[in-house]
């Protein structure tokens, strides 16, 4: 089965048909990619330290227009975690100098990097999503 064909129904499950033809999608991994109003990074910050962190977000809020939005989801470090969440954290801590970063951590990050934010959610499994913009912007 070749990607194109396994991407479609994600795509259309996720995109509404008349916004799809608009939309780039370039999963990767490394820097964020730039150029668009609307970027979606997924877990970036989890293997980057608290500078690198706050470099990749700095370079994707210097790409975004000054209306721009940057989502972007993270694992946050749960008040009780439980032992997978601990080994996560420490497995993450000690390959990448990073870990599992609290709600608060991460917001702080956020801010070093020159971005504000607009709104929180809670999306499921200890993850969260941001939505973003230029400290400066809208």
Same mark, same amino acid.
């Not at 668009?36 to 227009?65: Q, Y």
């Given at each position: ?9 994600? !795509?259309?499950?996720?995109? &509404?048909?008349? /916004? !799809? ?17 609307? /970027?979606?990074?997924?877990? *970036?910050?989890?293997?980057? @330290? ?5 470099? @990749? ?57 020159? *971005? ?5 959610? &809670? /999306? ?15």
């Amino acid at each position: 089965m070749s990607s194109s064909i396994r991407r479609r129904p994600l !795509a259309a499950a996720l995109l &509404d048909t008349d /916004v !799809a033809p608009r939309v780039e999608r370039s999963p990767r991994t490394g820097p964020v990619p730039h150029g668009g109003s609307t /970027v979606l990074v997924s877990r *970036l910050l989890e293997r980057l @330290a608290d500078e690198d962190a706050v470099l @990749a977000l700095s370079e994707a809020a210097e790409a975004l227009p000054a209306d721009g939005t940057l989502l972007l989801v993270e694992q946050i470090r749960p008040a009780d975690p439980d032992e997978d969440a601990a080994l996560q954290h420490l497995r993450l801590a000690c390959l990448f100098g990073s870990g599992l970063r609290t709600q608060e951590e991460l917001e702080t990050l956020v801010e070093r990097a020159g *971005l504000r934010i607009r709104r929180r959610e &809670d /999306v499921g499994w200890d993850h969260r999503l941001w939505v973003l913009g230029p400290a400066g912007g809208r």
